[in-house]
């Protein structure tokens, strides 16, 4: 039979208000820099339907879940309600939607002309959780502007912004804001460097590697974070450009088959990297060479999913690992419920 769910707004009732149930997005750095850089929302909607002319709504699926109601109408505050489960029956959810705050801004680059299209997202920092609370999407038009009507759920956001080329820029601003913000990258620079096979030297061939910059003295609010998914060439040689003068705060690289390194001053597995790393200066033009990154021959998690009841094996089970730095890795059990 169907499940049904139906929502109302309160107070004054809003037309045309467009309704959706979408499935809860990933917090690591890669799925959220995925979102930002197409300047649109990736959140895959299961189900969605405007509002009537008094306000009224009904949204009907045929399985259950847990699932994030989003409400998005023309001059308020898009608002989200995470773990809305649909289970077995009809159920009533009121929803009231706010004027809330306006936060408009430009990118520019080091020259001060604007950037077009690049990707910039606002996430409300509540509870510590930075990157799925109240998360806004969009990007820059030809004049380099961009704008959002947001819910005052927090004083505090993050804003990013995800050029096509170079770093990602981060910020903490608080709202409401007194005047637009400006938002300047970083400079032409450029930073290399090579990834190889501890044991036998050879390059290391599809190895992603992130890497954290801090603007200046790294005293700044501007900072770079994590940059695009850098991948190394047949030679093991990674490049980003569209820096500027800035100090290394950590690299972090992957590859299948290989130990994970960090170099970093709090969570480094490689003392020795950092201490070379940390030492250098990225300029703000011409080429920083970082020092050459050798990775181990790496382990392997494995196991079997099985029912606990009759101990059958379970084919095509997702079992993921979470990583907070390099983003989650997943792989499906197979037909006889193995993974690796």
Known sequence: HAIGIQLAALGHPIQDAAVALVAAGGGSSFNFRSMTEAGARSDPVTAETPTDESGHFSLRLTDPGVFTLRVAAEGYATHYRPEVVVGVGDSMINVGLTKGFEVVGFVLDESGRPVAEAGVALNAMMMG???????????????????????????????????GDGLDLMRMIEVPLEDELVVRLPGSGVITGRVVDAGTRQPVAGAEVLIALSEGDG?????????????????????VTGVGEASLQ???????????????????TDPELWKRISALKVKADGETQLPEIALDRGRSISGVIRDRGDKAPI??????LWDMVMGNRVTVTDADGAYS
């Open 250 to 268: 950590s690299i972090s690289v992957r590859a299948e088959g290989f130990e994970q390194v960090i170099a970093s001053p709090r969570m480094g």
């Open 315 to 320: 084919p095509g089970a997702t079992v993921e």
């Open 219 to 239: 005293r700044r609010m501007w900072m770079p974070d994590f940059s695009k998914a850098l991948t190394t060439d047949d030679q093991g040689v990674f490049r």
């Open 129 to 163: 959780r930075g990157w799925n609370n109240a998360k806004e999407v969009t990007s820059t038009d030809g004049m380099g502007r961009f704008g959002f009507r947001i819910e005052p759920a927090s004083a505090r956001y993050m804003l990013r912004v995800v050029p």
